[in-house]
């Protein structure tokens, strides 16, 4: 069974600062999904790693995907208050099929 | 990319009852799928829709419970059936296709069973 593993699940930061969220996965992947959840509202895709060691940007947010590692780091830099939300990691296993398994979350706050 | 919309956007139901929310892509998609959202919970699978055939269900979710019809490939439909407050949750339906990498969320269907 995949396993996806988010940390941490909540995260204060100040405005200004540099943090990173990891997502850990428990078996080989296709494919992993970064996305944002407003309360209230529905996901955002953020990004989509395919291979080892893909690197994606978009403005303050950087994704990247180790797949020896199981790992996937989504990394913050120089927040802003806009970016306060919840962050997903998903993960397509190999044999999925585009189910995919979601980790728990991470609850971003990002304070003045 | 897909545009995905789904009605209700929410609703308030009592127990006992059932309800089918629709979900309808803005271009033939091949993979649809259901997944349920509990308060403060991350995404849950329910099943996999798929078109002309039966739906193909994750561990802990049962056709009786939530029966889903999917007649063509830009649309689908979950039926929550005999409700309990445990059911109160947000509902969403994503899609994809073959060959494309990216899957896309409905805004969600919101439901409160008191």
């Known amino acids: 069974e995949l396993k996806v593993e988010q940390n941490p699940l909540f995260l204060s930061m100040q405005e200004g600062k540099n943090y990173t969220i990891y997502c850990n996965y428990s078996?080989?992947?296709?494919?992993l999904y970064w996305y944002r959840q407003d309360p209230g509202k529905s996901l955002e895709s953020l990004f989509v790693?395919?291979?080892?060691?893909a690197v994606k940007q978009e403005g303050r947010l950087m994704a990247s995907l180790d797949t020896k590692a199981r790992l996937s780091t989504l990394h913050i830099t120089a927040a802003v208050h806009d970016l306060s939300a919840t962050y997903f990691c998903?993960?397509?296993?190999?044999?999925?099929?585009?189910?995919?398994?979601f980790g728990e979350g991470t609850q971003l706050t990002v304070n003045p | 990319s897909a545009v995905i919309s789904q009605k209700p956007s929410r609703d308030i139901c009592q127990r006992g009852t059932s309800l089918t929310i629709q979900c309808q892509v803005d271009s033939q998609v091949t993979m649809m799928f259901w997944y349920r959202q509990q308060p403060g919970q991350s995404l849950t699978l329910i099943a996999t829709a798929n078109q002309g055939s039966e739906a193909t269900y994750e561990s802990g979710f049962v056709i009786d419970k939530f029966p889903i019809s999917r007649p063509n490939l830009t649309f689908s439909t979950l039926t929550v059936s005999n409700m309990s407050p445990e059911d109160s949750s947000i509902y969403l339906c994503?899609?994809?296709?073959?060959?494309?990498?990216?899957?896309?969320f409905g805004p969600g269907t919101r439901l409160t069973v008191t």
């Open positions: 998903a993960v397509d296993g190999k044999t999925s099929g585009s189910r995919l398994t």
């Open positions: 790693l395919l291979s080892n060691g």
């Open positions: 994503s899609a994809s296709t073959s060959g494309a990498y990216e899957q896309y």
């Open positions: 078996t080989t992947s296709d494919r």
